[in-house]
């Protein structure tokens, strides 16, 4: 056995802390004190119905045709190309 094993039986073999059983209760209480906010869900509601009304909107009228252009990264004449990229090609 290696080192980590030895360290893993260590601590399978320990008990686990005793306020460990008590973190859930801990959280769960305070979840249960703070106050829910009906703001959240209006809130919530309008933003779900903007992006849908700008989905909607934005593939009803598009703007102009979207046409495909081919960027070849490593071309000599490519806005991409490295010696571009680095400020070389002026």
């Known amino acids: 056995m290696d080192k980590l094993d030895t360290v893993l039986m260590q601590l399978a073999s320990t008990p686990a802390p005793a306020g460990l059983d008590a973190i859930d209760d801990g959280v769960f209480a ?19 119905a903007a992006a849908l009304v700008i989905g909607i909107a934005g593939a009803t009228f598009p703007s102009r045709d979207a046409g495909a252009t081919s960027l070849t990264p490593l071309a000599s004449t490519s806005p991409l190309s490295p010696a571009a990229l680095l400020g070389g090609e002026e």
């Open 30 to 48: 305070s979840l249960a004190a703070s106050p829910a906010y009906s703001v959240r869900r209006g809130v919530g509601a309008a933003t779900v």
